[in-house]
């Protein structure tokens, strides 16, 4: 059971938009910024997502975050093959003084 | 270009030790706080512990706590995670990280597999 609650799964074809969200609690997401990662298979994961928003450089704008409260949200436009991928949040916790990563969403691109 | 490379992954018997370590290049090694992250086979990523860039402040999952020790060696640019007392859930890929700020991981090692069996 992962602190921070993320779909198993998610869907869609070639060129739609797509979001996977994230949910948490006031000791993580609530009171911290709240990162993306993606890991293709066999790979490390690669962070896409910083700071709740920031995009590392080299990450396509087609990839946004957003917070609100104690949730947040990836989007990604323009749906590719190449994003078929486990997305996983992750973010500080200040009542285990830790890291803490949500379970993942495996996405699949139809 | 910056590079993490882990190692001393293995086999090891149940009550077991084993030191990992990962060696860091391209990038001022001392600046920068770090941490190890793991990932059961099949299974999703889970924080193990960080490092602060002096040394000084470390945290661990309560999984890991007693039994792991995360240090580092800035004159080998090194980052070291010493687990004792092996479990056969502690069995993962082990990735070093390094953290950009808000803890957020912007470059990841390749992992070291640590496989805890008899």
């Known amino acids: 059971q992962s602190v921070l609650t993320q779909p198993p799964s998610a869907s869609g074809t070639p060129g739609q938009r797509v979001t996977i969200s994230c949910s948490g609690s006031?000791?993580?997401?609530?009171?911290?910024?709240v990162n993306w990662y993606q890991q293709l298979p066999g790979t490390a994961p690669k962070l896409l997502i910083y700071s709740d928003n920031q995009r590392p450089s080299g990450v396509p704008n087609r990839f946004s975050g957003s917070k609100s409260g104690t949730s947040a949200s990836l989007a990604i436009s323009g749906l590719q093959s190449e994003d078929e991928a486990d997305y996983y949040c992750?973010?500080?916790?200040?009542?285990?003084?830790?890291?803490?990563f949500g379970g993942g969403t495996k996405l699949t691109v139809l | 270009e910056v590079q993490l490379v882990e190692s001393g992954g293995g086999l090891v018997q149940p009550g077991g030790s084993l030191r990992l370590s990962c060696a860091a290049s391209?990038?001022?090694?001392?600046?920068?706080?770090m941490h190890w992250v793991r990932q059961a086979p099949g299974k999703g990523l889970v924080w193990v512990s960080r490092?602060?860039?002096?040394?000084?402040?470390?945290s661990y999952a309560d999984s890991v706590k007693g039994r792991f020790t995360i240090s580092r060696d800035d004159a080998k640019n090194t980052l070291y995670l010493q687990m004792n007392s092996l479990r056969a859930e502690d069995t993962a890929v082990y990735y070093c990280?390094?953290?950009?700020?808000?803890?957020?991981?912007?470059?990841w090692g390749q992992g070291t597999l640590v496989t805890v069996s008899s």
């Open positions: 990280a390094r953290d950009l700020g808000y803890d957020s991981f912007d470059n």
């Open positions: 992750a973010a500080w916790d200040d009542s285990l003084n830790g890291g803490v």
């Open positions: 006031s000791s993580n997401i609530g009171s911290n910024t």
């Open positions: 490092i602060n860039s002096d040394g000084r402040r470390t």
């Open positions: 391209g990038f001022t090694f001392s600046n920068y706080w």
